[in-house]
Antibody, heavy 119, light 113 residues
């Protein structure tokens, strides 16, 4: 069974940093691209970042480009999102999900971790 | 950048058919995916690549895509289908960056009367 478990969320002040993790199990993690999606309270889904299976391709939403960095450790079956210069508008539940090529739909999702940016 | 437009809400009585649209410029040339999200839960993929259902998704869920509109149809609607539904595509930027990005519609809240 595919399992994705996010961690690392919490309360952080504006301008602060946070690192999210996503632990994967039940599938060949190194064979899949992975993505981060976020959802602000009461709002819709927003795609945040993509990383290909072997780090060859990395993409970001304009709203986080230059502030967030996605990475992965295939040996540890883990995905990460380093978030710097956090803003109030980054407050959201952050989900990791598995991406299926070539049209990249997201077939398995974690339960999410809440990030709150507030003074 | 590519924009997907969904109506904010759709209401339907139990046993009837719900149709939720997702509009985009020439979306029929794109591959569209649909997600169901119930309150407090993660999204669940219900239709991928326009018409395909993942295992475990009832055949009451179906998709179509043509012209400027993709549609998710739920037949014989049940109370348990009440949720938010999002369409999504994977978009390639045809500028010098060569970037790709995920695009979600704003979501449609399905209310079962």
């Amino acid at each position: 069974e595919v399992q994705l478990v996010e961690s690392g969320g919490g309360l952080v002040k504006p301008g602060g940093s946070l690192r999210l993790s996503c632990a994967a199990s039940g599938f060949s993690f190194s064979s899949y691209s992975m993505i981060w999606v976020r959802q602000a309270p009461g709002k819709g889904l927003e795609w945040v970042s993509f990383i290909s299976s072997r780090n060859s391709y990395i993409y970001y939403a304009d709203s986080v480009k230059g502030r967030f960095t996605v990475s992965r450790d295939n040996a540890e079956n883990s995905l990460y999102l380093q978030m710097n210069s956090l803003r109030a508008e980054d407050t959201a539940v952050y989900y990791c999900a598995r991406g299926v090529p070539a049209n990249y739909y997201f077939d398995s999702w974690g339960r999410g971790t809440l990030v709150t940016v507030s003074s | 950048s590519y924009v997907l437009t969904q109506p904010p809400s759709v209401s339907v009585a139990p046993g009837q058919t719900a149709r939720m649209t997702c509009e985009g410029n020439n979306i029929g040339s794109r591959s569209v995916h649909w997600y169901q999200q119930k309150p407090g839960q993660a999204p669940v993929l219900v239709v991928y690549e326009d018409i395909n259902r993942p295992s475990g998704i009832p055949d009451r869920f179906s998709g179509s895509n043509s012209g400027n509109t993709a549609t998710l149809t739920i037949s014989r609607v049940e109370a348990g289908d009440e949720a938010d539904y999002y369409c999504q595509i994977w978009d390639q930027m045809w500028d010098s960056s060569g970037d790709h990005r995920g695009v979600f519609g704003g979501g449609t809240k399905l209310t079962v009367l």
